[in-house]
């Protein structure tokens, strides 16, 4: 084991001035470092099972939440689908409810952080094809969320009504503020722009919400790269010629 940071030369100085006694001193301070070291590396264990883990149950629950629905879903299923015993599910999360906010936090989280180019751009263009190809990517790479997120709102938002009025109310207002710029330079035309972040919503989200829709009018199969490359490029051009954003 290689204890760097000793100053070993110093300690052998010490050694011979003061004898035997210097070397008790120095077996000892080696096993006292020797000690926190593995106290250490058992901490550092033990955090990254936990990690793994509480990574595991969330992958497991998004699986149960969208397919059985809050109502459906039981702490039995996602532990049987995470591949652990029900005890350790409960030692992460000790309700379902508690399970399924922190499921919703992340998606929730996820969601704000799509519209960074809003703080990143100044231009609408930038701006909003940023944001409308990143939330299609998400709906496209983590339908699952969507879906679980859309149920969520269709039963009346019991459990995050506090993050819509307030997180998300908060969140729009800067949006709407900056869009509301825009009209005011003349860079695109009147309009409401919440009614806009509504349909953006609603387009870039129908492709995961209604994903066993558009298999079904697609020869019963999901849409392919090139397909779903198409589909953004042409939302990204109908929503941005809507607004008077491009010619």
Not at 189 to 197: D, E, K, V, Y
């Amino acid at each position: 084991m290689d204890f760097q940071g000793f100053s070993l030369k110093k300690q052998q100085q010490q050694t011979f001035r003061d004898g035997p006694q210097s070397f008790t001193r120095t077996e000892d301070f080696l096993k006292n470092d020797l000690s926190k070291y593995k106290k250490t590396a058992k901490s550092v264990r033990k955090n990254q099972i936990r990690i793994n883990n509480e990574r595991r149950i969330l992958a497991a629950a998004v699986k149960i939440f969208a397919g059985y629905g809050y109502q459906g879903a039981t702490m039995r299923k996602i532990a049987e689908e995470a591949g652990l015993p029900k005890a350790n599910l409960h030692y992460y999360f000790q309700t379902k409810e508690q399970l399924y906010r922190q499921v919703l936090d992340g998606i929730f989280k996820d969601w704000l952080a799509a519209a960074n180019t809003f703080d990143e751009c100044e231009e609408p263009v930038e701006a909003l094809r940023g944001y409308i190809e990143t939330k299609m990517d998400l709906s496209r790479k983590r339908p699952l969320e969507s879906r679980i997120w859309a149920e969520e709102i269709l039963r009346g938002a019991p459990l995050i009504q506090d993050q819509l009025e307030q997180t998300l109310a908060a969140w729009l207002d800067t949006r709407v503020k900056r869009i509301t710029d825009w009209i005011n330079k003349g860079t695109i035309q009147a309009m409401n722009p919440r009614i806009l972040m509504y349909m953006i919503w609603a387009v870039t989200q129908h492709f995961a919400d209604f994903e066993s829709q558009i298999r079904a009018l697609n020869q019963q199969q999901n849409l392919s790269d090139e397909q779903f490359a198409e589909a953004k490029k042409q939302v990204v051009q109908t929503i941005l010629k809507g607004i008077g954003a491009l010619d």
